[in-house]
């Protein structure tokens, strides 16, 4: 039985077949419209979610299966204090496939652990989104051609942002991926990120605190919130919410073929105007969202659909 904790629990081949399928879905999703029939998946959300949840329910719904799950910790047994690992023991006995979102770092990992079915981790507080990972990936992989030899900026929160953290250590596996981390101080990628991952890599890397500086050579802009949630004090979000603003002026100053992704939600780091600048995809990527989902279930259910 296969779990998704983390990007890594894929090889640079499985993820390349992952893409590969999702692309396949995308072009011939009749053939997938009943893969999954008679299998559930069951969303156990315990932080607020939409296209994470309902990604993941519409690519079940998509291959013919079914879903249940609850969607915060309120309207689950954890309100009456019950573990998550007691809780993903009974949801073994419902259903065959689980994704869970939790604020605690490591919480899917200790779900995995007791758990009867595959398990995905829907995001563990500010550590790893490795779903989102997938999407990113086969937005970058569809709309550039290519994982590898790409500038990539990182900009905002690179603190908090598990996105940022599981997207770089996905990236650094393609040959010629070089980081722009665009930052405040305050927010600059953990220090683990920076040591054990980048430098123990020798991956090429800056951290820069203007956008304008950097946005000139990118290849790809990952722009992400400042993630109140995960703030000790609302003071310092206020301080920090709007520290980077990506409007036209900016857009005027990067390459004709940049493009810019957002896992999404947007708060105030995207004007709306740059949604109608051909370069902002992120609105395609939330849709890529749901085809590496599905290629995703089917992976780690082993069903394979004759082509
Ligand atoms: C991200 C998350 O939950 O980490 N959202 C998502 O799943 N698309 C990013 C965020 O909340 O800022």
Known sequence: MRH????????????????????DIEKHPEKYAHACEGKKLATCFYEPSTRTRLSFEAAMLNLGG????????????????????DTIRVISCYADICAIRHPKEGAALVASQKSGIPVINAGDGGHQHPTQTLTDLLTIYNLKGRCDHLKIGLCGDLKFGRTVHSLINALI?????????????ELRVPSYIRTD???A????????????????????????????????????YV?????????NKKMALAKEDMLVLHPLPRVNEIAIEVDDDPRAVYFKQAQYGVYVRM???????GIKVDS
């Open 4 to 23: 998704l904790m983390s990007p890594l629990d894929l090889s640079v081949e499985e993820l390349d077949e992952l893409l590969k399928l999702a692309g």
């Open 66 to 85: 079914s879903v249940l799950g609850f969607h915060s910790a309120d309207s689950s047994s954890a309100a009456k204090g019950e573990s998550v690992s």
């Open 197 to 199: 991952v980048l430098e």
């Open 295 to 301: 290629a995703l279930i089917l992976t780690l259910l």
């Open 201 to 236: 890599n020798d991956i090429p890397f800056c951290e820069m605190e203007k956008l304008e500086d950097a946005i000139g050579d990118l290849d790809i802009l990952y722009m992400t919130r400042v993630q109140r949630e995960r703030f000790f004090n609302e003071e310092d």
């Open 239 to 247: 301080r920090m919410k709007d520290f980077y603003i990506l409007d």
């Open 173 to 185: 596996r393609y040959p010629g991926i070089e980081f722009v981390l665009v930052s405040p101080e």
